[in-house]
């Protein structure tokens, strides 16, 4: 039995019979500077009521030195994963002493050492069962209770935890920090952090609420740092929030840091937020980078209410904070910051998220059914966000916006600190609602799939039939030939076919305003107007829902994938909105590279490499369309070598780049990348550009250029390195593994596809579920049939179900390619 992977049977039946008082929870990590020490001392004291005489405690790690129940010393029973209590009686006292395992994998307490300047840093990252790394625990979201943290770490470095400091202690060189009990919250959304971060303090306070403001990075990054921007829009979002919850900020400050080697965007852990350093531009950023770092911040804001104020029972309502954390994080961008379009960016690249998950075999309903840790690690995947969200969205029509927010604070106040699932949720919005919402839950939130809507003469089509509340645009030629709404009209749908009487117009847009999650399909009369005049669309999120519309016809294999690429070749210079610009320069590398078939891919690579290079040169001086072409230019060199000798000159100072294009470090390693992969950069020349950039990103980004270079020597070395070295951290592998996929060379790499599914089972054993992940993923081979990966699933039924989750997705996305491929090549003949 794997001790490890946490049932919801059992844990259920662990928190009917177990109360938890509270935790105190002392971490040593003063040896953490010292990086042949792998281990801390962790010691746990836990109060709990029991009705039954034997339970156990969660702990991953390296060993368990005392036990200490109701004042007597007992011998450990540790299996490695749990520690089993017995003799229990009606109200208990256990403390545990043990050692934890410092983690270079992004689970648990995470260990960074900075080549910038030799610091140490540590961060925690739990979501969804990893606090049993760093401290014996209940693991599991429904048993909350108060925690203490006492921290002993080095003098001179920040300490933080959720909760503000109560009193320090110095011996001279180590100091002990304790911070004030939390409030009641779950075992995974602690936090600590610890290191000679740079800390930047603000406030904000409404009413009686003050709360103090603090955004922290590390030292070498600390010039970067635009904390008056990042304070900004977190003012705008607690404002936001603050009127629209009607509920006291309840975790007393609120820090965000910023961390390296982070497996995630962000986590919500209240008081204490942590954040992938990509937030961090160490160079020229976009607008849509911009963006997205506002929604983030806005979404993981959202989680201090939905998630950790209320939060669901197990894992199966993981949507009642994500989902909702996506929906609010938009809406707040869009109505209390200045990017007012951010559902452009929402209909366009989240929901093709969704769409994409949604027609996987795996896909789930947004309720999910799941019975264990290792299929809640998988679900926090497009259905779980974005689908949710835009299903919100739905709701929000549907019930009406007041209702819905009526019935958020009533949620609140009903369920603050405490546990809930879906129906807790449905009552109290059809209490303010009216609405019996038990039949759209079920249209919604207990079903998978996404439906496509089509105009067919009179009449919308949709396949997979649900509920829809939708709009249809009529766009029409103005004075100025642009494309402008000339009407709309609402309506609600559900059965297969539904009579709508439309004017005739050169655009019929259905979902218009994008207020249903459903896939579209533009007419042919509209389809010839986009493919002349895509461009003259003035509504962003018009044209974000024509770009998803030609997209999603595309991947499904129904509309040419060269004219989707013509398209993108005649309009994409023109784009305005740089999340829409992004999302489409992406879609066209990516359907170059999978959709199409060999023989034509040769030619629309050197098309692809010159469109990127005209672009760059034609935006205007400093703008985001600029540097985002540029990065477009980088991705199109690396399958193609005609322009690597303009780049190298570039970068090596003998020719100008186009004005006002700044080359930073990103840049430049997503160029020398690029020349690596084929074969116009030496290791030498990698080398000297790491000592230009000796970083943390810059030691990564060489990794990744290194094993991108086309020798069969390397390939192999790359391929060791992922499957055998124990030693890399989250983001050197997927350096590596990135460096060994660069440059499509299938000649050079299809040789490893049967090591690749002869290793599967050991890498998912031996190593954590989130290297596992990045492994199982990143090196499924780009076969040209299913053959390989067919057979292993026949022989493997029994493999555990997250891994087959995973090779069965894999699979599948293999399968659409060679799918879409076979078309490109019928229409061809």
Same mark, same amino acid.
């Given at each position: ?613 005209? +672009?760059?040169?034609? #935006? ?6 600029? =540097?985002? %072409? *540029?990065?477009?230019? $980088?991705? /199109? @060199? &690396? ?15 003998? +020719?100008?780049?186009? #004005? ?6 990103? =840049?430049? %390693? *997503?160029?020398?990348? $690029?020349? /690596? @992969? &084929? ?36 390939? /192999? @070395? ?112």
């Amino acid at each position: 039995m794997n001790t490890a992977n946490l049932t919801r049977s059992e844990t259920a039946a662990r928190s009917a019979a177990i109360t938890v008082g509270d935790y105190r929870v002392e971490l040593d990590l003063s040896g953490a500077p010292d990086q042949t020490r792998q281990d801390f001392t962790t010691t746990t004291t836990v109060e709990f009521a029991a009705t039954v005489e034997h339970t156990w405690l969660d702990f991953l790690g390296l060993s368990v030195e005392s036990v200490v129940l109701n004042g007597r010393t007992v011998v450990p029973d540790y299996d490695g994963a749990r520690i089993a209590l017995s003799g229990l009686t009606a109200n208990n006292v256990v403390v545990v002493r043990a050692t934890g395992a410092y983690s270079r994998s992004g689970e648990g307490l995470h260990r960074f050492l900075d080549p910038a300047d030799d610091q140490t840093y540590l961060y925690t990252q739990y979501e969804p069962a990893d606090a049993r790394r760093v401290f014996a625990c209940f693991e599991q979201p429904d048993m909350k209770a108060p925690f203490t943290f006492v921290v002993t770490a080095p003098n001179g470095w920040e300490v933080l935890a959720n909760r503000p400091v109560t009193a320090v202690e110095s011996d001279g060189a180590n100091q002990t920090v304790e911070f004030s009990p939390t409030l009641p919250i779950s075992t995974y959304l602690t936090a600590v952090a610890a290191g000679p971060y740079h800390r930047v303090e603000s406030a904000w306070a409404r009413k009686e609420l003050d709360v103090a403001l603090g955004i922290l990075c590390r030292a070498s990054l600390a010039r970067y740092l635009d904390a008056d921007t990042l304070f900004e829009v977190t003012k705008q979002g607690l404002d936001f929030f603050a009127e629209h919850f009607d509920y006291p900020y309840p975790w007393g400050k609120y820090d965000q840091v910023f961390v390296p080697e982070y497996n995630l965007g962000a986590m919500e852990n209240p008081g204490l937020v942590t954040f992938t350093e990509a937030y961090i531009f160490r160079g020229a950023a976009t607008a849509a980078q911009y963006e997205g770092r506002a929604n983030t911040i806005l979404h993981e804001m959202a989680h201090m209410w939905f998630g950790d104020l209320v939060t669901m029972v197990w894992w199966d309502d993981l949507w009642l904070k994500e989902s909702f954390a996506d929906f609010m994080g938009a809406l707040a961008s869009a109505e209390a910051t200045e990017w007012t379009d951010s559902w452009v960016a929402f209909a366009n690249r989240r929901k093709a998220w969704a769409y994409l998950q949604d027609q996987l075999p795996t896909t789930h309903p947004i309720v999910a059914d799941i019975t264990d840790l290792e299929a809640a690690k998988l679900n926090f995947d497009g259905i779980t966000y974005a689908k949710g969200a835009s299903v919100l969205k739905q709701l929000v029509a549907y019930v009406g916006r007041e209702e819905f927010f009526a019935g958020a604070r009533r949620y609140f106040r009903a369920h603050a600190f405490g546990n809930t699932t879906l129906a807790d949720l449905l009552t109290e919005l059809s209490a303010v609602s009216g609405r019996d919402l038990a039949g759209w839950a079920r249209a919604w939130l207990q079903t998978t799939g996404v439906s496509t809507l089509t105009l067919e003469g009179a009449d919308i089509v949709q396949a997979d039939p649900r509920p829809h509340r939708l709009a249809v645009g009529l766009y029409d030629f103005d004075a100025t030939g642009d494309l402008v709404r000339r009407e709309r009209h609402e309506l609600d749908i559900v059965t297969e076919r539904t009579p709508v009487t439309l004017a005739p117009a050169p655009l019929r847009l259905l979902n218009d305003g994008d207020l249903t999650y459903a896939k579209v399909r533009l007419d042919a009369e509209s389809l010839h107007t986009v493919q002349r005049s895509l461009d003259r669309v003035t509504d962003p999120l018009a044209r974000g829902l024509i770009w998803s519309a030609l997209w999603n016809a595309a991947r499904d294999g129904e509309l040419e994938v060269q004219r989707y690429l013509r398209a993108v070749r005649d309009f994409a210079a023109a784009e305005s909105n740089m999340a829409l610009l992004t999302a489409v320069l992406a879609n066209a590398s990516f359907a170059i590279g999978h959709y199409l078939p060999e023989a034509m891919r040769g030619r629309w690579r050197g098309e692809w490499l010159e469109t990127c290079w005209a +672009a760059m040169h034609a #935006a205007r001086a400093g703008s985001g369309a600029q =540097l985002t %072409w *540029a990065r477009a230019l $980088a991705a /199109a @060199a &690396t399958v193609d070598s005609r322009r690597a000798d303009d780049i190298r000159a570039v970068l090596l100072g003998t +020719a100008h780049p186009p #004005a006002g294009l700044s080359l930073d470090p990103d =840049l430049r %390693w *997503a160029f020398w990348t $690029a020349l /690596a @992969a &084929t074969g116009a950069a030496e290791a030498t020349e990698l080398d000297a550009e790491l000592e230009r950039d000796d970083t943390a990103s810059g030691r990564t980004a060489h990794r990744r250029a290194l094993a991108a270079r086309p020798d069969p020597q390397v390939k /192999a @070395a790359a391929w060791a390195q992922a499957l055998d070295d124990t030693a890399l951290t989250n983001d050197h592998l997927d350096a590596v593994i990135g460096g060994f996929r660069a440059g499509a060379r299938r000649d050079l790499i299809a040789g490893y596809d049967h090591a690749y599914f002869a290793n599967l089972r050991t890498v998912w054993d031996e190593r954590s579920i989130e290297i596992a992940r990045r492994i199982v993923v990143g090196l499924f081979p780009a076969a040209d049939s299913l053959a390989d990966v067919d057979a292993w699933l026949a022989a493997n039924t029994d493999a555990p179900g997250a891994l087959r989750r995973l090779v069965l997705e894999q699979r599948d996305h293999l399968a659409r390619d060679l799918r879409v491929r076979a078309k490109q090549s019928h229409r061809a003949t």
